[in-house]
């Protein structure tokens, strides 16, 4: 017997990570951070190594995946759609620039704070650097990020 899946025809069994997800909202004295904790992503970092004519160089890498609204999952929602949202409940944003911590991590206040949380300073954290929406049956069914 053919069994059917419910939901896209991708499997979501490796997104079984935690991380935070820090989006700033505002600038100079209207400073805003928001912080969503994501249960069921995927986190892969990379090391990469360029051979260029001075010589090689290693940069790393990442790979993130969120599933958007799947198995109780939070929904996806553009940066401009999240900023003039009302609530935030259930929801989530990823836009370039933004922070990624493996694992839980503190509030963020304080444009100070905002400030230190840097990749050289905190083990797992990565700066998002491109953003793409994965779509299945007109809906977001993830999201990708890289950096």
């Known amino acids: 017997m053919l069994r059917m899946r419910r939901g896209p025809p991708v499997d979501y069994r490796l997104c079984n990570q935690t991380v935070t997800l820090y989006h700033q909202t505002g600038t100079g004295a209207a400073f805003g951070c928001t912080r969503t904790v994501f249960h069921g992503a995927f986190l892969d970092f990379k090391k990469v190594t ?26 996806w929602m553009s940066a401009q759609q999240y900023d003039a949202a009302v609530t935030h409940e259930n929801t989530f944003t990823l836009a370039p620039k933004d922070k990624v911590l493996l694992g839980e991590g503190p509030e963020i206040t304080t444009r100070e704070q905002w400030a230190v949380l840097l ?15 994965k779509y299945w049956q007109a809906a977001v069914c993830h999201v990708e990020a890289a950096g």
């Open 119 to 133: 990749p050289a300073q905190t083990t797992g954290l990565v700066v998002v650097r491109d953003v793409d929406a």
């Open 50 to 75: 360029a051979v260029e004519k001075t010589g090689s160089r290693e940069t790393n890498s990442f790979l993130l995946v969120l599933p958007s609204g799947w198995d109780g999952r939070p929904v």
